[in-house]
């Protein structure tokens, strides 16, 4: 395990840090159940039931990724402002540390060099009265993901993109702090502003692409994204077609 296992967090987080865990997105969950305020964070060195979206895992070497899971109680009916809000300062962050130029793939996850550096899992709560959203993070940082059973060759990490380690702790602190910088703004602002870094940031922007959704592959030049987020994929015959829920292949 690498020295840098003392993570800490700026001023106003509460930092929860467990050696192991099942999926730190079910203990900042049972946190906000619990009344557990904003700037709640969870985070380990290795999950035994790492989750990724639609049932699928997220895999790593104990003691060599960033793993986290943040609970927001504001913005927290705008799921994908808050996804892209912690994208969007993970970049930052990253770029910052690693002195590398992190994209981000439509709709969450970070690449680096075309590969698969990062992934977002943000789960919403509606229980009355006690409403929040956690944001969950893994970023591969100081090993080689593609060595692992279930990882596809298209990931890559830190280690791998820079030749040197670096310090998690460190990028979680740098994270914090750029999440603090957004978050803090006038709720318009935060909108604003994390729109237009998320935009500037978009893998193949303007190129063509195939998304898989529900089976089928859609073929078109990727334009731009609604308002709501959407990707609109101009078609081979020339419409515009929305996309709210698939994968961008290439
Ligand atoms: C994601 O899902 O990319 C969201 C991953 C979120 C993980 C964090 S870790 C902290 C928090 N606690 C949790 O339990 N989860 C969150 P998705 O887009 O569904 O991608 C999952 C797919 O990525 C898998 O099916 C693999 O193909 C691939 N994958 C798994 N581990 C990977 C890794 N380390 N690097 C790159 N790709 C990986």
């Given amino acids: 395990m690498s020295e840098s296992t003392i993570f800490s967090a700026p001023a106003g987080w509460a930092l929860h840090y467990f050696p192991e865990t099942g999926s730190t997105n079910d203990l900042a969950r049972d946190a906000g159940e619990a009344g557990a305020p904003e700037r709640t964070i969870f985070v380990t060195d290795h999950q035994t039931m790492g989750r990724g979206r639609q049932g699928r895992s997220w895999l790593e070497v104990p003691g060599s990724g960033l793993l986290f899971s943040i609970l927001f109680r504001r ?6 402002l808050l996804t892209s809000l912690c994208s969007v300062a993970a ?6 540390l690693a002195g590398v130029h992190t994209e981000i793939k439509w709709p969450n996850d970070l690449m680096l060099s075309g590969r698969k550096l990062s992934g977002v ?3 919403v709560s509606w229980a009355p ?6 944001v969950g993070m893994g970023i591969n940082v100081n090993f080689n993901p593609t060595a692992l059973d279930g990882v596809p060759d298209n ?3 830190l280690l791998m993109a820079s030749g040197r380690e670096i310090p998690r702790a460190g ?10 910088l957004l978050i803090d703004m006038e709720p318009s602002k935060t909108e604003a502003v994390v729109r237009s870094r998320w935009v500037e940031r978009l893998w193949r922007r303007k190129q063509r692409v195939v998304i898989a959704e529900g089976g ?3 073929d078109g030049v990727f334009e731009d994204v609604a308002e709501d987020g959407a990707l609109l994929l101009r078609l081979e ?3 515009l077609q929305t996309v709210r829920v698939g994968d961008l292949v290439i």
């Fill in 75 to 80: 913005h927290q009916s705008q799921s994908f």
């Fill in 91 to 96: 970049c930052e962050a990253i770029d910052r």
């Fill in 121 to 123: 899992l943000t789960e």
């Fill in 129 to 134: 009265g006690n409403p929040f959203a956690v």
């Fill in 155 to 157: 990931a890559i990490s």
């Fill in 171 to 180: 990028l979680l602190n740098e994270i914090l702090r750029q999440i603090d």
């Fill in 216 to 218: 089928k592959a859609l």
């Fill in 237 to 239: 015959d020339g419409s």
